[in-house]
Structure formats: structure tokens, C-alpha cells
Nanobody, 122 residues
Framework: QPQLVESGGGLVQPGGSLRLSCTAY????????ISWFRQAPGKERERVSC????????YDADSVKGRFTFFRDNAKNTMWLQMDSLGPEDTAVYYC???????????????WGKGTLVTVSS
């Protein structure tokens, strides 16, 4: 059964950092578009960052550019989201996702993690 398992969420103070990880089981990430999404309370889900399998480029939301870094290790079948300079507006449930044929980095992804909560508060 293919699945994505996230870890690394938690409570952090404003200005702090967290690193989220997401490991794939039952399939390999090498040729997949991979993404991080988030959903804040009362808001729609938004894409945070995506690495497209069509060009290998990383696409970041404007709200996280310069603060979040998305990277992967195919040998470990794992992706990470390094989040720095966190603010209260980053509070959300974060989801990793993957899809073999999604070249556009939209939210039509085949596999989703269950989500991990990130709370930024003093």
C-alpha cells in the first residue's frame, strides 16, 4: 500500500525554525512530482512548494520564498521542508503529496500524507 508519512511538526516561537520530513513507502519518489501543501484553520489549502518531475525545478509560494527550502534525497526516498523565520501566519497543518503524472504542481495528487501540525506562537 503506497503511503507518505510525515513528521517534524510542533510548536515553535515566531522567528524560529522547523524541518518537516516525508518518507514514501511502497513506491519510489524518483520520477514523481512532489509537493508540500498547508491548510490553516478556516482557510483553503494552499501549495507551499513543489518540485515538478517535468523540469526538476522548485516552485515556491510567494509567501514562503526565501524562508522555506524544499529538498529531497532519492536514496532515502524522503523529502524535507526546511522552514525558517516562521511567523504566526505559517500556522497550519502541512501535508506532503506526490504524483507521477502531475506536471503542473496543482493539487491533483495521487498520494497524500496525513498531515503534521505546525503551530507558531509565543
Amino acid at each position: 500500500q503506497p503511503q507518505l508519512v510525515e513528521s517534524g511538526g510542533g510548536l515553535v516561537q515566531p522567528g524560529g525554525s522547523l524541518r518537516l520530513s516525508c518518507t514514501a513507502y511502497g513506491f519510489t519518489l524518483d520520477f514523481y512530482t512532489i509537493s508540500w501543501f498547508r491548510q490553516a484553520p478556516g482557510k483553503e489549502r494552499e501549495r507551499v512548494s513543489c518540485i515538478s518531475n517535468s523540469d526538476g525545478r522548485t516552485y515556491d509560494a510567494d509567501s514562503v520564498k526565501g524562508r522555506f527550502t524544499f529538498f529531497r534525497d532519492n536514496a532515502k526516498n524522503t523529502m524535507w521542508l526546511q522552514m525558517d523565520s516562521l511567523g504566526p501566519e505559517d500556522t497550519a497543518v502541512y501535508y506532503c503529496a506526490a504524483d507521477r503524472w502531475n506536471y503542473d504542481c496543482n493539487d491533483n495528487m495521487a498520494y497524500w500524507g496525513k498531515g503534521t501540525l505546525v503551530t507558531v506562537s509565543s
